[in-house]
C-alpha cells in the first residue's frame, strides 16, 4: 500500500487501538491474549485494508473481525496448547470492585465462547441483537437464544457463589 493508504491505516489503528484492546480483554479474560487478538485482527485489517475502509462502518466491521477471530481461534490447533498449569506471574492488582469483576468474569469464562461474544457484545458494548447478529454471522433467533442461555448460565453461576458464601 504504497498509495497513501498506509497512512489511512496507521492512523485509524492508532486511534482504535484502545477500544480494540478493551473489547478483546472483556472478550479473552486475559491481558496477553487479548493483545493477541488485536495483533491478529490488525494484521488481517491491514491485508484487506482497500476493502475494509470502504466499508460504510469501519468500526463495526473491525470489531466484527475481532469478534470472529475470538470465536474461530478455539478450532486452531495451537489454542489447545497450555505450556503452564498455572500463570507464570500473578495478574495485576485492580481496584475498586475488583471481588465482583473477578466472578463475573471466572463465571463468564465457563460459558461457550459464541454465549461470552454474544454477552459482552450486548451488554458490555450495548449492540443491539441486529448488530450482534451481524458481527458473529448468525440470525437474530440464535443472538437471543445465546443471550438467553448465556444469562441462565451466569444466573446459576452466581448463584452458586452467593449459596456457597452464605454457607
Not at 148 to 164: D, F, K, M, Q, W
Request: aromatic share 8%; with cysteine.
Amino acid at each position: 500500500m504504497s498509495d497513501g493508504t498506509d497512512a489511512e491505516y496507521i492512523e485509524y489503528v492508532t486511534a482504535r487501538i484502545p477500544a480494540l484492546r478493551r473489547l478483546a480483554y472483556l472478550l479473552a479474560g486475559d491481558e496477553h491474549r487479548a493483545d493477541d487478538l488485536v495483533q491478529q485482527t490488525i494484521t488481517t485489517l491491514y491485508v484487506k485494508w482497500r476493502r475494509a475502509s470502504a466499508a460504510s462502518n469501519l468500526d463495526a466491521y473491525v470489531r466484527t473481525m475481532l469478534v470472529r477471530t475470538y470465536v474461530d481461534e478455539r478450532r486452531l490447533a495451537w489454542a489447545r496448547v497450555r505450556l503452564f498449569r498455572q500463570a507464570p506471574e500473578p495478574p495485576p492488582v485492580e481496584h475498586g470492585g475488583v471481588e465482583e469483576r473477578q466472578v463475573v468474569r471466572a463465571a463468564l469464562l465457563r460459558l461457550p465462547r459464541r454465549q461470552q461474544a454474544v454477552l459482552v457484545l450486548r451488554f458490555f458494548y450495548d449492540l443491539s441483537v441486529d448488530d450482534v447478529a451481524a458481527s458473529l454471522g448468525c440470525s437474530t433467533g440464535t443472538v437471543k437464544s445465546h443471550t438467553s442461555r448465556g444469562l441462565a448460565t451466569l444466573r446459576r453461576l452466581l448463584g452458586e457463589r452467593e449459596l456457597a458464601a452464605t454457607s
